[in-house]
DNA sequence: ATGAAAGCGCTAACAT
DNA sequence: ATGTTAGCGCTTTCAT
């Protein structure tokens, strides 16, 4: 039945017009009868026609696919489960405007230079929604340069770049007043690695939230991890001789590896340590004890950061859009909010 | 400097050779003199030409782009770390190769049906992986039907099907065995979802391992999950009533769940309760205990299943094409080894 | 409202 | 070894 050889040609044979008329049809083109169109439309109906994605893109100079890269796809990619909640935010926001989705995980240097030629012919690839990128990242200055169509998931100070983000210093500030109010005096920090903004507002989160409790701030608590749940572990390791009575962890599946080292060390939380962590992630509920965090709309973010990049693309304006979305403190049992009662 | 609206046209007069020439160069083919190539590749260098990969594929009937399909893109998706490492696995097979990857996650039967276009012009895809079918997907009928290459990664049972498996059977029986041997009496079974025939496969080992060794096999001591944490949890809670001494959970993830359940019911492990998972996830050695589980090497069937998707694209055989990959068992404190030593 | 015709940038016979 | 030419299947002016 479905011969699939079909082109615009033979659609318009069948339906006795020209391929022009099939091609507006198509592209739902004004200027077409009611019936020429119900004609052509019941004839592709028929044949179960559907138009070359390639000859289109050719013509047409739009591919209809929008790249997500993530540069220097690290560790933490593959046992966070941020990563996957974003793919599915971002793969729902391109199912939405029927576009496709290219993945790019670059695991070396040498595949982020390939990735280059691969986008800059803006054929293959409309735009580009770029992630995790780190500070110095060389992509940001290649698709401003060449004028590739993206946006970028995290925020960037350079004007032109359009961004969606997550308001990451006033989620760790709300972390950190939380703890502070509940009595914890000697607040500790595992940060995300420098080099990544969004820790690096996380950090400054909790640093203005002590200094707006007066608590002092001591540098020794201040740990730095690689979002992995290793790290949290050796972070909390490395902490423990500081002796914090609480600490907040820039993810939560560090927060894991945290309360992890803490029960290893015999220290009870959220009795003698309370725990905030940030995401709210699946896994933050199931933890021992149930995690206190910070939730962050990722999935939501993803589908954004489409949103934002499809109306670039289709309305060509100059100005970077820009979207910052809330964070919400959620209490469970690790910050000990109940002994404060 | 890159002018980007360059064509070979133009490059062929820069070398002051014909278009042909250019595309030979370009596509590695013979039948260029040395001189003539060298002086091509220098245009090409210096200008910084990169041919339109939406031209070369309209004329050539090949895209350099691989689809990873994901059906019905089951909820534990994103909170297994299983899935990211598929990826990871696939998308260093296809940057090993020079091939695209397009992800697709299919999240309502809508869309799943919208796919279906997308792939059968045989022009956006060259291929399709296909991952995580479940029983009766009309998927796989689809693209055999209208020849699509394609690779399973899970076994199948048409013969025309190329696939790359983990050898589930085996893994698990080698779980149960050791149970067994180490002197359980009565193992329970958390199994992956009824419909997908990995965890049937799952299940078969756990009741040959059984039969193997003259364990009476007790329908009651097995119940379902869905991959997710919290259905292992629940399915433990369902057991707890049988009274086991051991369980066998088809995933890391759901036997952290388990792990859940038993800690909860104030169920010692593995004093009490043996556990052994599947997966050999990262966070199976960070639990508590550590978790005994079958290693099955997912990143690597991912960038196989890329392999042989590509070795039929470009050796066009009848043959179907299967792997099948060995499991490891994967020794830590929640099975109690140590108890019986 | 419809059709004719000229590309889009490349590959691949075919000719030389 | 190199050039010529005809498409690939569609979109898009430009006529009518």
Redesign the pocket.
């Known amino acids: 039945m479905t011969t699939d050889?079909?082109?615009?040609?033979?659609?318009?044979e069948l339906a006795?017009?020209?391929?022009?008329?099939?091609?507006?049809v198509?592209?739902d083109?004004?200027?077409?009868?009611?019936?020429?169109?119900d004609q052509v439309l019941k004839v592709i109906a028929e044949t179960g026609?559907?138009?070359?994605?390639?000859?289109?893109s050719?013509?047409?100079?739009?591919a209809g696919i929008i790249g997500l890269v993530i540069p220097l796809a690290i560790q933490s990619l593959f046992e966070d489960p941020f990563f996957p909640r974003l793919m599915q935010g971002v793969s729902q926001g391109c199912n939405a405007h029927d576009y496709t989705l290219s993945l790019f995980l670059l695991h070396t240097l040498e595949e982020e230079a390939k990735l280059y030629p691969r986008i800059s012919?803006r054929?293959l690839l409309d735009g580009v929604i770029l992630t995790a990128t780190y500070d110095g990242d060389p992509l940001i200055r290649q698709l401003l340069a060449n004028c590739i169509p993206f946006v970028l998931h995290g925020r960037h100070e350079d004007p032109r770049v359009s961004y969606v983000e997550v308001d990451n210093v006033t989620g760790a500030h709300a972390a950190v007043t939380h703890l502070v109010r509940l009595g914890r005096k000697r607040v500790a920090l595992i940060a995300g690695p420098p080099g990544s903004l969004a820790a690096a507002d996380r950090k400054r989160g909790y640093l203005e939230a002590l200094q707006e409790r007066r608590v002092p701030i001591d540098e020794g608590q201040i740990v730095y991890g690689d979002y992995t749940e290793l790290s949290g572990y050796e972070g909390m390791r490395q902490l423990l001789s500081r002796r914090p009575d609480a600490v907040f962890v820039s993810s939560d599946t560090m927060a894991l590896g945290a309360l992890r080292a803490l029960r290893e060390a015999g220290k009870r939380v959220p009795d003698e340590v309370a725990v905030v962590g940030f995401d709210d992630l699946p896994h933050a509920a199931t933890s021992d004890p149930p995690l206190t965090t910070i939730r962050q709309p990722i999935q939501q973010s993803g589908a954004l950061a489409v949103d934002m990049l499809i109306d670039i693309l289709e309305n060509e304006t100059e100005a970077a859009r820009r979207i910052i979305l809330p964070t919400e403190l959620v209490i469970r049992a690790s910050c000990g909010s109940w002994l404060v009662d």
């Open positions: 050889k079909l082109t615009i040609r033979q659609i318009a006795g017009v020209s391929r022009s008329t099939v091609s507006r198509i592209n083109q004004p200027n077409v009868s009611p019936e020429t169109r026609f559907h138009p070359d994605p390639v000859a289109r050719l013509s047409s100079r739009r012919r054929q």
